[in-house]
């Protein structure tokens, strides 16, 4: 099931941005971005307390943005 919500993805994807390549690019740099706002959400947070972090992986989270059409994309 899994390689199922993959290509879906990708179908999906294929109609955001045409250059499969150039997509994975802008989501990897997205999900750079996304770990190291978790990461110095940690670093700040004190050990006593809870913070709410997405759940998702941040790859999966980049790709979901760039096909909801929130990352602008450069040309």
Known sequence: MGGSMARVK?????????????????????????????????????ENDEIDIDPRKVTTRAIEELIDGKIKIGR
């Open 10 to 46: 990708l179908d999906e994807l294929d109609k955001v941005i045409k250059n499969r390549y150039a997509a994975v690019i802008v989501a990897a740099k997205r999900a750079r971005r996304i770990n190291a706002e978790r990461v110095a959400k940690l670093e700040l947070m004190p």
